[in-house]
T-cell receptor, first 113, second 119 residues
Framework: DTEVTQTPKHLVMGMTNKKSLKCEQHMGHRAMYWYKQKAKKPPELMFV???????INESVPSRFSPECPNSSLLNLHLHALQPEDSALYLCASSQEEGLGGYTFGSGTRLTVV | AQTVTQSQPEMSVQEAETVTLSCTYD???????LFWYKQPPSRQMILVIRQEAYKQQNATENRFSVNFQKAAKSFSLKISDSQLGDTAMYFCAFTPPRNSGGSNYKLTFGKGTLLTVNP
């Protein structure tokens, strides 16, 4: 298995909703990442988990809450989002943090209404 | 801080022809990794090719090859025999090696080049 699987592929949520994005990989990678990507822009790093511990938080607002329950799974919990949070959310993994060759998922297209 | 510059926001090429996408970067590191990623309309970021800075030989992957000029800090991507399926946004990216210390080994992306392959 050489994939990163993200669910759901599309999500529409209201500003008062609570939802979660899920990311899974079975490549034995020990680093996992959340990126946010706006249309026609490069991905922007949000969070890095290394060996299931939060390694980097790029000053992301607290309405985004990451969680790494085990080495294969990464979640992003969403609460009280704003319309400007609408974007493509990409998950990625790598053998270890900073060890090149990131594998990306197909992303979750999030729309906040 | 590392920066990656892609000076061509958009490019187009005829099917079966060759096209070169440019990328320059700035870093004080002596060793690092460089990547080209492709993002088609399907949204998935796909690794096209990877280059390790300490390797002199330019990386190649089927129709994709790079021209890595370390002194000039240039890392261009050549696509030969362009195919319609090559239509995508292409991102150049950089990361220093893990042992460079601190938390500066993040993947830094350029702004991307939108490539359209015309029939």
């Amino acid at each position: 298995d050489t994939e990163v699987t993200q669910t759901p592929k599309h999500l529409v949520m209201g500003m008062t909703n609570k939802k979660s994005l899920k990311c899974e990989q079975h490549m034995g990678h020990r680093a996992m990442y959340w990126y946010k990507q706006k249309a026609k822009k490069p991905p922007e790093l949000m969070f890095v988990y290394s060996y299931e511990k939060l390694s980097i938080n790029e000053s992301v607002p607290s309405r985004f809450s990451p969680e790494c329950p085990n080495s294969s799974l990464l979640n992003l919990h969403l609460h009280a989002l704003q319309p400007e949070d609408s974007a493509l959310y990409l998950c990625a993994s790598s053998q270890e943090e900073g060890l090149g060759g990131y594998t990306f998922g197909s992303g979750t297209r999030l729309t906040v209404v | 801080a590392q920066t990656v510059t892609q000076s061509q926001p958009e490019m187009s090429v005829q099917e079966a022809e060759t096209v070169t996408l440019s990328c320059t970067y700035d870093t004080s590191e002596s060793n690092y990794y460089l990547f080209w990623y492709k993002q088609p309309p399907s949204r998935q970021m796909i690794l096209v090719i990877r280059q390790e800075a300490y390797k002199q030989q330019n990386a190649t992957e089927n129709r994709f090859s790079v021209n890595f000029q370390k002194a000039a800090k240039s890392f261009s991507l050549k696509i030969s025999d362009s195919q319609l399926g090559d239509t995508a946004m292409y991102f150049c990216a950089f990361t220093p090696p893990r042992n460079s210390g601190g938390s500066n080994y993040k993947l830094t992306f350029g702004k991307g080049t939108l490539l359209t392959v015309n029939p």
